[in-house]
């Protein structure tokens, strides 16, 4: 498993406002956006391409396009919807496909509980995107799904995640393509299953549920 942590001052910056319990929703949202944008720049540096000749105004030249099948960008609702703008933004030619997941705050156990993606993912490049990986059992139970669908590799795009949570993705993915890109690895899992110093409930500050 390949994992990229960003380190850049403005993501961090970003990342510090996000945290604070006295931004706001709208604030929370337009930031998530912002942040992805980022991080997919890097998230997208092995996407597939091709090779293509065209004219410019002066001259024949190469160069790449996006290669197809395209990519497919899948964020895990609730959470993740907060992200998806920012990385169309940077690929507007990809395909969505949604994961409902909610993870079952008493024994931490993901559950899925909508599902809206192409039947057959194979020779798919993946993307997923959900603010928050905490003890990684959404996201395993995520790369799961798509790789039992036939994905061939799976990107996911996280704000911010636990050493626990990325052991346990690492260990859970051996021997698949899977690459984590984290706007921040934080220090720990508390007791009741969220990152510290974290950012609270990603999907409560996203959408204004108190
Ligand atoms: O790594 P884990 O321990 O599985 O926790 C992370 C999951 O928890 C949050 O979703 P939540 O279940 O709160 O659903 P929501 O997006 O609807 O708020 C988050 O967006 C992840 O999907
Ligand atoms: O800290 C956490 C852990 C899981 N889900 C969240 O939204 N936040
Ligand atoms: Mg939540």
Redesign the pocket.
Same mark, same amino acid.
């Given at each position: 498993m390949r994992v990229h942590v960003a380190d850049h001052p403005l993501i961090t910056h970003k990342l510090t406002v996000l945290r604070d319990k006295n931004t706001p929703s709208p604030t929370f949202r337009a930031l998530a956006e912002e942040l992805v944008t980022l991080l997919a720049y890097e998230a997208t540096r092995g996407v597939r391409t091709t090779e293509v000749t065209i004219q410019t105004p002066v001259a024949e030249t190469t160069g790449l396009a996006i290669s197809d099948p395209k990519p497919l960008v899948v964020p895990? @609702? /609730? =959470? #993740?919807l907060g992200m998806l703008e920012g990385m169309v933004k940077l690929v507007p030619t990809a395909e969505v496909g949604f994961l #409902? %997941?909610? /993870?079952n705050?008493e024994t @931490?156990q $993901?559950d899925i509980y909508a599902e809206r993606l192409p039947d057959d993912l194979s020779n798919r490049q993946c993307f997923v995107l +959900? $603010? %928050? @990986? =905490?003890? &990684? &059992?959404? @996201?395993? =139970?995520a790369i799961d799904y798509l790789f039992d669908r036939g994905a061939v590799d799976v990107t996911a795009v996280c704000l911010l995640g636990?050493p626990e #949570?990325l052991a346990a993705v690492e260990k859970a993915t051996e021997g698949r393509e899977v690459t984590i890109v984290l706007g921040a690895l934080d220090e720990k899992?508390n007791e009741v #299953?969220y990152i510290v110093p974290g950012l609270g +409930? =990603? &999907?409560?500050r996203l959408y204004g549920?108190v």
């Open positions: 895990i @609702l /609730r =959470a #993740g #409902g %997941m909610v /993870r705050e @931490l $993901p +959900d $603010p %928050m @990986l =905490a003890t &990684g &059992g959404s @996201l395993i =139970a636990a #949570g899992l #299953g +409930d =990603a &999907g409560d549920t």
